[in-house]
């Protein structure tokens, strides 16, 4: 036998329909709490499903609002029945998410109960439920590459999280619209911004000039159990993204990863959608954007000298003013290459904070 039984995956308090009615009837919250004899508080508890209605409730209800006190017994008593059986599936959504650093980090604002939590959940990722979730989020391959590894501990809750608050940041960034051409040509006045030490002079320059070519930068800080570097992809035709998470708080790292992000905008196309962190499984595209960052920020025609530098930190940051770009990068480059240990000469690279 066929089971009929329908189980929404959603769920109503009783406090839906008494704002309809108090709507149809022109009558406000304050005039309902005087009514029944209720404080705002308290009505605002029954309207939001805090509040139980008992049969003392129900009766007050069908004298002020009508409908019989079986059918607002009936209402509340589906209501609990249908946020047991979610708030067990939406229980277990919730703790996959980086909720205290959400919070922390000012993306969500503490509620007083499970219900509003899961409700402020689903308006930050701005879908209808936990199941819309999952369809948009859950088989998402940049965010799976990230489980290739076993050595690489990111949970794919964490960093739809993280890509998510990159999103929002980036709506509020007005941009022309994208400029292939010119973003290219700005590469070189954003490379001379790797010799401006403080992040909070250097940055707003960074976004500025690539806001001027259509690209929306955003930097944004990782919750716990997400580990990625950076990620790329365009919003709409006219507006890219490029997302920076400043993990490693090093003016190496930090500039690498944009060039690495920038090449992904002009190489790869407006339909790619790249996520950067550590062990990720290089393809053809990861490793063309490597090329692409290093030759960057260190011209082919400084490769041959970059590769007779070693443990001499003179030699590092002459090498550095002639270039044209920080110490670090050229100290990150000699790590990668193999020329110097990656315990060496890392006090030539600039340490950043987080202000929050």
Known sequence: MINTEFLPNWT?????TIID???ERNLSETEL???MGNTPDGVKDLLQGRATITIAIARQLEQILGASVEFWMSRDFQYRQDFARL???DEAWLAELPIGDMIKYGWLKPVPHPSEEIAACLRYFDVSSVQAWRSLYGEMEHIAAFRKSPSFDSQPAAVATWLRQGEIEAEMIACNPWDAK???ESLSYI???TLVKDPNRFIPKLKKCCAENGVAVVIVRVPRGCRASGATRFLSPQKALIMLSFRYLTDDHFWFTFFHEASHLLLHGER???LEGDDIILTDKENEANEFAASALIPSEYQTALMGLRVDARKVIRFALHVGVSPGIIVGQLQHLGNIGH???NSLKRHYEWGI
């Open 87 to 89: 708030y067990v599936i």
């Open 182 to 184: 010119q973003f290219q």
């Open 272 to 274: 790619g959608f790249f």
């Open 33 to 35: 709490a005087q009514l």
């Open 21 to 23: 009615i108090l709507r």
């Open 343 to 345: 315990n060496q000469l």
């Open 12 to 16: 109503s308090a009783p406090g839906d």
């Open 191 to 193: 490379r001379s911004l």
